[in-house]
């Protein structure tokens, strides 16, 4: 089924952020720290208020006497709204302009003066802890250094154990850098707020519109009721627009003073280099294994940058995210890990970017371990992989580091992903190339993601239990809407919900109306990010049909006059058994359910239903990757010639669909792998404010993918599908790393970090493999 939404999109009608136009709204520009590190001494505002067409200028001084100057993370921490004392890392929100258009906005910033007493800023993860670092968090009470967090998980005697008894241990330096999800549209909000009865409307980029509005309610002292939080169609989010950003609250705040509209828009720059960021995990990886190849344990250490402020978006038991996988797709004794996260001046985030809190950073560590230790062994990758896959048998599998995977069956997918790719014909190929001297490379991975968080006994952000609502109502012609608490930025929900529902109820999918976005216009729930849409609100859809149809179904029983134990269901309409020509269509059901005529007894009118759906567990998808790599030995530039994909994400919805997501998440793992890293001078200043730093990849620097599947049913999701959102995120950069590492095997190179760009590759021909 083609997707519902792309004629709107196609014909350029999006409704998105900064199409929302209202009467006498004013635009807000927001002053932001030129350094990385410095205590503000003092803020001259007057110029920037006597400009003519400037109606506020607000300064964190102003907000503190409102008790808006912080704001709470995600995960517990708190941020600064504005800066009040210091500014922490480069592109910090420090004041902001309400004018009567964008450039008036714009023009005022310069005119406001800041004085900064310059401070040493903390850039480099390694030193954060030294004694003789300035703290950056002085704002928090008794705070006397950088530390962030500790957290471990496994098992450390018994991974010591098994390292001792192993014939081979292998270790590694592992930094998966950080990098930015850099959706096509940036981050916005409009807010009006109406003074005379007290409401609150905040249009906002924001993946989770219900989660925000709860957050907006406890932060602001607004009463709930009177907040509406919209999002519009959305240009992308990849876990950029998931945490709440200071200059939503600054739109807040600047409608409030002003008692206008007022609309901000982030450009590119701020962008870049004020919201969230991803990964920055600098790990060391352990490997323990027999002579032949069976893996034992596996242990990892990883040193964990936070930036200025905590703003991790994960359930808060899980300070590191879902990063606990680090096991992958293999049975072994025993596993370990612990981390230290630190504070650096550095924009605050640790969004999962498109990825699962985390499970990026922990597929790539163990895909890139487990390749090391083939290496070490000079096994094949692929049947090192084979020999340790968890067996069908063994699922639900609980993991050493206590994840029940719900179902899996690893073989066939990668068997799958071999037989597209041609496995043994590709090494034929290359050890032929290597005799020319050519530099071609194979890479394999095997991933096995969570996702659909999650279970409410141990998941919940900031109190909030990650469970879904879901509303089904059907109108007397038979027409139906649903709603959902979840939100789309291009997942193409408005389709693929419709289809669940149809599938359970009947309804065609053009006959059923998806609607999300809007916190009055829809049940409660956490959002969309962790692939969680179709595990969680997927499930609840599905329910939530079938509650209704269980209703149409004692309808019909009084509309044919028989027990509803002697009725069929037919997909649509329900026909007395033995006689499919006395049947009743749902349609019909629906307008006996709004109409004259008796229902049966006890059987209010209507058709509709209402669910919270709170997932048993996550879902497990898993998948095989391949990539075949050519490096120009002249030029160390990397070209990924084929990349073979074969997902299992249980039962497929929309495989249309499916597979555009995992085009799309091939296509940034191609950036992460070969081009994407947002790092900082000694300084503190950001190196990637601008698409001419940050390099993100086109058609040209991609292949045509090759994609499979193969079907593993999730047994506790009602319809048995597991998320893919985020899979090919996941997966490819181990793939792509692996496979430049092969080629670059005549060098004798065991590892080089992302990303592959040229020079780096050269450095690793060379013979110096870690980057300055
Ligand atoms: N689907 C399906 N069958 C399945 C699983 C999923 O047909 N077994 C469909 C779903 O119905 C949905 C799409 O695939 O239309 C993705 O579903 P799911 O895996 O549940 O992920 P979400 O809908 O929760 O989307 C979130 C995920 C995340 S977290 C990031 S990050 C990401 C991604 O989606 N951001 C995206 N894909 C993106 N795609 C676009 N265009 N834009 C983004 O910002
Ligand atoms: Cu993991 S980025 Mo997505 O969860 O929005």
């Not at 607000?58 to 517990?76: I, K, R, Y």
């Not at 800023?121 to 006397?144: F, M, N, Q, S, Y």
């Not at 230790?373 to 090192?384: G, T």
């Not at 809407?481 to 930025?489: A, D, G």
Request: hydrophobic share 40%; charged share 20%; aromatic share 8%.
């Amino acid at each position: 089924m083609l997707r519902k939404e792309d004629p709107r999109f196609l014909r350029g009608k999006g409704h998105y952020l900064d199409d929302v136009q209202l009467p006498g709204m004013l635009h807000l520009a927001i002053l932001r720290s030129p350094v990385a590190h410095a205590r503000i001494v003092s803020i001259d505002t007057s110029a920037a208020e006597a400009h003519p067409k400037v109606k506020a200028v607000v300064t964190g001084e102003t907000l503190a006497g409102l008790g808006l100057a912080w704001m709470p993370t995600l995960s517990n921490d708190v941020q600064a709204v504005l800066a009040t004392d210091k500014v922490r890392f480069q592109g910090q929100e420090v004041a902001f302009v309400v004018a009567e258009d964008r450039y008036a906005a714009r023009d005022a910033l310069e005119l406001i003066d800041v004085e900064y007493d310059m401070l040493q800023p903390v850039i480099d993860v390694r030193t954060a802890l030294a004694d003789d670092a300035p703290v950056i968090r002085d704002d928090l009470e008794g705070k006397t250094n950088n530390h962030c967090f500790d957290w471990e998980t496994g098992d450390a005697a018994a991974t010591e154990a098994a390292f001792a008894r192993a014939d081979v241990v292998v270790s590694q330096d592992i930094v998966y850098p950080r990098v930015h999800p850099a959706p096509m549209e940036t981050c916005g909000s409009v807010a009006d707020y109406d003074r005379i009865d007290g409401r609150l409307t905040l249009w906002s980029t924001s993946q989770a519109p219900h989660a925000h509005r709860t957050l907006y309610a406890i932060v602001a002292g607004l009463p709930e009721h009177k907040i509406r939080v919209i999002s519009p169609d959305i240009g992308g989010g990849f876990g950029n627009k998931v945490p709440i950003y200071p200059g939503y609250v600054c739109s807040i705040v600047g409608s409030i003073v002003t008692g206008k509209p007022v609309k901000w828009m982030e450009d590119r720059s701020e962008n870049l280099v004020s919201t969230g960021f991803a990964r920055d995990y600098v790990m060391r990886g352990e490997i323990a294994a027999t002579r032949d190849g069976k893996i034992l344990a596996i242990r990892t250490n990883v040193l964990a940058d936070h930036g200025a402020f905590n703003g991790t978006a994960a359930p808060v038991k899980y300070p590191a995210g879902f990063f606990g996988v680090f096991t992958g797709s293999y049975d072994i004794e025993a596993a370990y890990c612990h981390m230290t996260a630190v504070y650096t001046n550095k924009a605050p985030g640790g969004v999962a970017y498109a990825c699962s809190f985390r499970i990026t950073e922990a597929v790539y560590l163990v895909e890139r371990i487990v390749d090391c230790l083939a290496l070490e062994l000079a096994m094949d990758p692929v049947a090192l992989r084979i020999k340790n896959f968890i067996q069908p048998d063994q699922f639900p599998y609980t993991t050493k580091t206590g994840w029940v995977y719900d179902s899996g069956d690893y073989e066939p997918t990668m068997r799958e992903a071999m037989r597209i790719a041609g496995y043994d014909e590709l090494r034929r190929e290359q050890a032929e190339k290597r005799e020319r001297g050519e530099l071609m490379g194979i890479g394999v991975a095997f991933f096995t993601e969570a996702v659909g968080a999650g279970p409410r006994k141990d998941m919940d952000i900031l109190g909030l239990g990650m469970a879904d609502g879901c509303e089904l109502r059907v109108h007397p012609t038979g027409k139906a809407v649903v709603r959902l608490s979840v939100q789309s930025q291009g997942q193409g929900h408005e389709t693929t919900f419709a289809q669940i529902v149809a599938e359970e109820i009947g309804i065609p999918p053009a006959d059923i109306d998806v609607v999300h976005g809007d916190t009055d216009q829809t049940p409660f729930g956490l959002g969309t990010y962790g692939s969680r849409s179709t595990p969680v609100s997927g499930a609840a859809a599905a329910l939530v049909a079938r509650k209704v149809r269980d209703k149409a179904r004692i309808i019909a029983s009084g509309m044919l006059e028989v027990s509803v134990a002697d009725l069929d269901w037919d997909k649509g309409s329900f026909h007395v058994k033995g006689d499919p020509t006395k049947a009743v269509t749902i349609q019909e059901i629906a307008m006996r359910a709004h109409g004259a005529g008796d229902l049966p007894d006890g059987v209010e009118g209507g058709l509709e239903a209402q669910i919270c759906y709170n997932p048993e567990n996550l879902t497990y998808p898993h998948g095989a990757y391949i990539c075949v790599v050519d490096i120009d030995p002249g030029t160390a530039q990397v070209k990924v010639r084929r990349f073979i994909a074969v997902d299992d994400c249980g039962t497929r919805i929309n495989p249309m669909i499916i597979e555009g997501q995992v085009h799309g998440g091939l296509t940034d793992g191609v950036g992460m792998a070969l081009m994407e890293i947002i790092a900082f001078d000694e300084d503190g200043n950001c190196l990637g404010g601008s698409l001419m730093d940050y390099l993100i990849p086109t058609a040209l620097e991609v292949p045509d993918w090759e994609t499979g599947f193969t079907v593993t049913p999730s047994p506790h999701h009602p319809i048995g599908a597991k998320g893919v959102g985020e899979s090919a995120t996941v997966g490819s950069p181990p793939a792509i790393v692996n496979a430049v590492i092969d080629a670059l095997q005549p060098y004798g190179v065991r590892h080089a970090d992302m990303p592959l760009t040229p020079s780096r590759v050269w450095d690793a021909m060379q013979g110096n493999a870690t980057p300055p």
